[in-house]
Structures are given as C-alpha cells and as structure tokens.
C-alpha cells in the first residue's frame, strides 16, 4: 500500500456535507473521528529545574489538561486513578510535568531502553510536522528509566521501531509522594518532570524549531497493569482461564478510538504561544488542512477494511460508498482516488487551492 497523509480530524464530523449521496459515510467508523484535545503551550522565560517537583512560579500558572480518559473513549469505563498532564517550553526545549495518582508505586526496570512498558509507565508521542510519520516516543516508569525510540511510519504499515536512537540532552526527573516498590505502605501519587530539547527530534542534521502559532501532534498514555504481590514484590496478575498476564489499562490524554497509540493521526495538537504563562488566554486554531484531512483518513480506514473482507484494495471510490465531492466549511472539495488491488493513493483538492494525498 502506498498512501501519504498530511493530518488528522480535530472537528466535529456533523460539520460536513457531502453534494451527492446522502447516507452517512461515517457509519461503522465513528470511533476513529470523535473530537481530540487540543493545549496551548506558553512560553516561560524562567530556568526550569528537572527534579521533579514543579517548584517553578510558571509552572503554577500552567493549565492542567483534561484528566486521561480510556484509550477507547467513553466506549470504556474511566481510568481508576487520575493522571493530568501540563506544558511550558522556551526557545530550545519543550516541558512537560504529569501527575499520576498512585496507590502503589512500583518500578524494577533500572536501564535505559529496557521496554519499560511491561511496567506501569508514562508515555509520550510528538510529531513536530504533524505528517503521521517519522516520529517519537518517550517512555518512563517510577524509576526514572527511560525507553526511547523513533518510528519512521506506523506499524500497521511496516513500520519499525528504532530503539537505538536516543534523544540527546533529554532530561527527567520523577518525585515520589510515598515509596518506590515498598508492598507494605500505601502511596499517593508519582511526578514526573521531562525535557525534551527540539534539537534532539531528529535522525539527522535538522530539527524543527517551533515558533509562535507553530501547531505540533502530541499524545501522552500511561500503562497501568494490574498487581499483586507475592514473595514481597508487586507482580502481574494471571489470568486463570488462559494463564497470561491480564491486559495492562491504558489511559490516555486524548482518547485514540482503538487500542493503539500508533493511530499519530488520531493525537491531539498543541500550540505553542510566546505569551508567558498566566498572561490572557491565546485561542487555539486548527491548521487548515486538518479541517479537510479527515476523508483522507476515511478512505484509508474503508481501504483497510475492503482489503480484510476482499483481499485487496478498491480502485473505485464509489465501492467505498463515498461521493466525490464535498464541503466543509463552505469550501467545496473534490475527491479523487487512484491505484489497483495491491496500491491505491487518495487526493482530496479544494477550491481555494489545498492539496492533501
């Protein structure tokens, strides 16, 4: 399969209309276009100290996200202990500090790129061009090990995870309010304080430096298994009925409609403001080709789905049961799809002169 995609939906799907045909081409894929969070990142002129602890005037002033949800949404019921997230950044890094409510903190994993998602952890994913490839993932459990890596594309198509890529200058720090691996206490919740210099995203030379308005795609997921302890460690709990491990949680800022972080064109987005923190609010603006990259991503999901039941791809939009033309916003656009069984490229023009493939 050959397809490149520039973006994602953050809008409402009730927004649209198609000039032709009325059934509703959204149905039976309604979970992979909900709403998704969006944050303004503000700017602080303060030296912020990685230790954990958000000691820092500008990071009071920072606004908490929504609390994680289910990375099902609300097809799922809510997480068990709250985890919120906020943002800052200066000109050569990006901040973040999470706070994960936690009865029992616990973490055995020690060195760097040990995978530490078989563990409770906190996870993070950008992608600064918002093109739903070449991007990052940043994991850390209770014990401050990091696991970090680079994808080029997603898994679903071929894509592979670098782990000997590391993000240069990457600092965190994680601060305990109880402790660390101890069976026999109760805890109350774990911070973890990250920074991440724009110079260190890339695999190369280059970077991107954001600047005021820049908009990047961003996500954050904790994985949380379920525990029990025996011989005086917390371990994973078995399943009786097939003798594995149950399905760790995952609880995420902006809900991916599936169970899988590796959707980049389902994150969120932040803004990066060079107003300081607790100044007057600035509004967060969806880049314009997000508006109209969503029935890109409807023909790659009816795509998928054709191939599963068929075999191979359509080379007919009309057997996706999707018209040829649209508006969205008052802008009218046109639909065009090409390839065979084994390839296919969709392009989406509009009449004001954005191409999106």
């Not at 997230?85 to 890094?93: A, G, I, T």
């Amino acid at each position: 399969m050959k397809i490149r995609i520039a973006a994602v939906l953050l809008t409402g799907i009730l927004a649209s209309t198609f000039t032709s045909h009325a059934q509703d081409i959204w149905k039976g894929f309604e979970h992979l276009f909900t709403p998704a969070n969006s944050y303004v990142i503000y700017q602080t002129a303060a030296e912020i100290i990685i230790d954990g602890q958000p000691g820092e005037r500008d990071w009071e002033k920072a606004d908490w996200s929504q609390f994680f949800n289910d990375i099902e949404g609300n097809r799922k019921p809510g997480p068990l202990y709250k985890t919120r997230m906020k943002m800052l950044w200066d000109h050569s890094h990006l901040f973040i500090l999470a706070e994960l409510e936690e009865p029992h903190i616990w973490a055995y994993y020690d060195k760097n790129d040990m995978i530490v998602y078989h563990e409770n952890d906190f996870e993070v994913f950008i992608d600064p061009d918002r093109d739903t490839r070449n991007y990052y993932e940043f994991e850390l459990n209770a014990q401050n090990t990091l696991f970090d890596l680079f994808m080029d594309k997603p898994y679903r198509d071929g894509g592979k995870a670098n782990i000997t890529w590391n993000a240069k200058g990457f600092k965190s720090a994680v601060h305990l309010e109880g402790t660390l691996n101890n069976t026999e206490d109760e805890d109350k919740k774990w911070t973890l304080e990250i920074a991440i210099p724009f110079s260190s995203l890339t695999t190369g030379e280059g970077f991107i430096q954001p600047k005021n308005g820049s908009v990047w795609k961003i996500n954050f997921s904790r994985v949380q298994w379920q525990t029990e302890i025996s011989e005086g460690k917390y371990v994973k709990k078995i399943n009786p009925d097939n003798n594995r491990h149950f399905p760790e949680n995952n609880w995420v800022w902006s809900p991916q409609g599936v169970i899988n972080m590796h959707y980049p064109e389902r994150w969120s987005m932040a803004q990066f403001s060079e107003k300081p923190p607790g100044s007057e609010k600035d509004v967060f603006r969806l880049p314009h080709e997000e508006v109209f990259a969503k029935y890109i991503w409807l023909i790659y999901y009816k795509q998928k789905k054709f191939r599963s039941e068929s075999g191979k791809y359509s080379p007919a939009i009309s057997q996706l049961k999707m018209p040829k033309t649209g508006i969205e916003n008052d802008i009218s656009f046109q639909l065009d799809l090409k390839g065979d069984s084994h390839t296919f490229e969709a392009t989406l023009k509009t009449e004001d002169g954005l191409i999106i493939s």
